[in-house]
């Protein structure tokens, strides 16, 4: 999205603290007539993300989640033409620059993921950058890796839905791609064709959606799981470890998971 200007950095940013308010559905869905009508004067080619390319090193691509404050908390970076959340690989971007953003209720906003030492928006224009430098199997190893910090998702939407809420505005996305789509989906974000609408109500059930987490899944499934079973799974996340020391057992062990999800694998017993 070029209009969100210079790229975010890993290291950018100062600590964020969400309010206690509770947003009521006050908005009506948005329509994308409503919308279209409302951002007629700006042509949606200008949000996509101008993908510039830049070196990518595997150890800052395959970089676990730091711990601790550094890895759950939210930071926040302000620019004059934007707000920008972030939390562990993720980041959601409001823009602030134009009659979109300042008078109507629908400033433009997108969420990122962190891509080396940057944060970008384009699932299609990541796949390229990492393919281009790398092959299928860092690729797979990078997106595994963002799809188990799922949290820091939560974090920053429910961080941008709560600054929504004080401005009493809804956020629009342009959506380019399938996997956009699926993904906000899974978040529970509500998308039609080319929008994905984000509403200040929403950040009561992103923080739900905190407390729901692989770690009680694990705990569930480990005290009916046969001991073949449990063998089994911790001898593939010893492994994963071996493959990536940078990871605890914790990290290793929720990638596993999300592996074994994949594969419709995880919780079916006698199949390890």
Same mark, same amino acid.
């Given at each position: 999205?070029?209009?969100?200007?210079? !790229?975010?950095?890993?290291?950018?940013?100062?600590?964020?603290?969400? &309010?206690?308010?509770?947003?009521?559905?006050?908005?009506?869905?948005?329509?994308?007539?409503?919308?279209?009508?409302?951002?007629?004067?700006?042509?949606?080619?200008?949000? %996509?993300?101008?993908?510039?390319?830049?070196?990518?090193?595997?150890? =800052?691509?395959?970089?676990?989640?730091?711990?601790?404050?550094?890895?759950?908390?939210?930071? $926040?970076?302000?620019? &004059?033409?934007?707000?920008?959340? %972030?939390?562990?690989?993720?980041?959601?971007?409001?823009?602030?620059?134009?009659? !979109?953003? %300042?008078?109507?209720?629908?400033? /433009?906003?997108?969420?990122?993921?962190? /891509?080396?030492?940057?944060?970008?928006?384009?699932?299609?224009?990541?796949?390229?950058?990492?393919?281009?430098?790398?092959?299928?199997?860092?690729?797979?190893?990078?997106?595994?890796?963002? $799809?188990?910090?799922?949290?820091?998702?939560?974090?920053?939407?429910? &961080?941008?839905?709560?600054?929504?809420?004080?401005?009493?505005?809804?956020?629009?996305?342009?959506?380019?791609?399938?996997?956009?789509?699926?993904?906000?989906?899974?978040?529970?974000?509500?998308?039609?064709? =080319?929008?994905?609408?984000?509403?200040?109500?929403? %950040?009561?059930?992103?923080?739900?959606?905190?407390?729901?987490?692989?770690?009680?899944?694990?705990?569930?499934?480990?005290?009916?799981? &046969?001991?073949?079973?449990?063998?089994?799974?911790?001898?593939? /996340? !010893?492994?994963?470890?071996?493959?990536?020391?940078?990871?605890?057992?914790?990290?290793?062990?929720?990638?596993?998971?999300?592996?074994? =999800?994949?594969?419709?694998?995880?919780?079916? =017993?006698?199949?390890?």
């Amino acid at each position: 999205m070029d209009r969100f200007g210079k !790229a975010i950095e890993v290291g950018d940013g100062s600590s964020a603290k969400r &309010s206690k308010e509770i947003f009521q559905q006050s908005f009506k869905e948005a329509k994308s007539d409503e919308v279209v009508a409302l951002h007629k004067k700006h042509d949606q080619d200008r949000w %996509k993300e101008q993908n510039k390319k830049h070196i990518l090193y595997k150890p =800052h691509l395959l970089e676990p989640v730091p711990e601790g404050r550094d890895g759950h908390s939210v930071f $926040m970076v302000k620019h &004059s033409e934007r707000i920008t959340f %972030k939390c562990g690989l993720w980041a959601v971007v409001l823009t602030l620059s134009d009659e !979109a953003g %300042k008078r109507f209720k629908h400033p /433009v906003w997108t969420l990122a993921v962190r /891509v080396g030492r940057q944060f970008k928006c384009s699932p299609s224009g990541i796949r390229k950058q990492i393919l281009d430098q790398f092959d299928e199997k860092t690729y797979f190893q990078w997106r595994q890796l963002v $799809m188990t910090n799922k949290e820091g998702a939560y974090e920053t939407l429910a &961080s941008a839905c709560d600054w929504l809420g004080q401005k009493k505005k809804v956020g629009l996305n342009y959506i380019s791609g399938g996997s956009s789509v699926r993904l906000l989906r899974e978040l529970g974000i509500l998308c039609e064709t =080319h929008y994905a609408f984000l509403y200040p109500h929403y %950040k009561t059930m992103l923080e739900e959606k905190l407390l729901k987490d692989n770690r009680s899944e694990f705990e569930e499934w480990i005290e009916t799981a &046969s001991r073949q079973d449990a063998d089994q799974f911790f001898e593939m /996340v !010893a492994n994963l470890k071996k493959q990536n020391p940078k990871l605890n057992d914790q990290q290793a062990r929720d990638q596993m998971i999300e592996l074994l =999800h994949g594969m419709s694998r995880f919780g079916q =017993h006698g199949q390890g």
